[in-house]
């Protein structure tokens, strides 16, 4: 059983804080840092991890989703879109994270992080090799849009395509949210960028606007479940929230290639261990 002291205090805070900057700056929702540290640092269950990881992407999602809509780099049509197939799908996964093993879970989180690492670190490679985008010669459908990059010194326009399969693969983010507490934007970001061609920055913007209401509807299945450590999510969700409004003007300001690389490395280290504590 977890006890809150001033020494759990203190750390929980500067870890909600880290996770905080890498969720909005990332777009996905700190979820894959916060449920090992709590399960393998912390010694918390893996149901009640998972519960406490999604309050605190509900806190990421309504932190940073706001200034991101009003400074025009989410994209509001494409994120209602894929919130709908993304909010079944989590509820889809809470309903059956409660019918499974803590290790299975810890399981399945450890093999989702291994592909999930790989296709960070590559799409961040081939990020700093290519060349400054062009923009959209003109649009294409519905849901093309452009944003200001300050760190780009202009306006990015871009076409979206492929919402059909888009859409399909938003089930399966949804899912993974409410199965892992992973907030789903670790496949959202990947299927907005690589299958639509949204920019990395609107993908990030766009995917912490949808992580948060497919969050809100798998947490809501674990606190009825009396899942929800109450305590420790109070605590967790004050340090995510001052660490999502720093994440805000890094997401403006800096490149996120590099660091896009080496948070898959670490993302690589944490899957190691998940499948190690599994087994």
């Not at 959202?188 to 809100?216: D, E, H, R, W, Y």
Request: with cysteine; charged share 10%; hydrophobic share 55%.
């Amino acid at each position: 059983m977890f006890e809150l002291t001033a020494l759990s205090f203190s750390v929980l805070i500067a870890f909600g804080f880290f996770i905080g900057l890498l969720g909005s700056a990332l777009g996905v929702g700190g979820g894959i840092f916060m449920v090992p540290f709590l399960v393998l640092a912390l010694k918390v269950p893996i149901h009640q991890a998972v519960a406490a990881s999604l309050a605190a992407i509900v806190a990421t999602s309504s932190a940073v989703a706001a200034v991101n809509v009003e400074r025009g780099l989410a994209n509001i049509r494409l994120g209602i879109t894929l919130e709908v197939t993304t909010a079944i799908g989590s509820i889809a996964g809470a309903l059956l994270a409660n019918r499974l093993p803590g290790s299975a879970v810890q399981l399945l989180f450890g093999l989702t992080l291994l592909p999930v690492s790989v296709l960070m670190f590559l799409k961040g490679r081939r990020s700093l090799k290519a060349q400054p985008a062009t923009g959209a010669a003109g649009k294409t459908s519905a849901f093309d849009s452009a944003f200001f990059d300050p760190a780009a010194g202009g306006h990015t326009p871009y076409a979206v395509k492929n919402m059909a399969p888009a859409s399909a693969a938003s089930f399966f983010a949804g899912s993974l949210s409410g199965l892992l507490g992973i907030g789903g934007g670790v496949v959202q970001v990947p299927v907005m960028t690589l299958l639509c061609g949204v920019p990395m920055k609107a993908a990030a913007a766009t995917s912490n606007f949808i992580i948060g209401v497919s969050a809100a509807a798998s947490a809501y299945v674990y606190f009825r479940k009396g899942l929800m450590p109450l305590e420790l999510t109070a605590v967790i969700v004050v340090g995510v929230l001052i660490g999502s409004f720093v994440g805000i003007y890094a997401l403006y300001r800096l490149r996120s290639e590099k660091l896009q690389m080496a948070f898959s490395a670490l993302t690589l280290l944490v899957a190691v261990k998940m499948l190690l504590k599994a087994f």
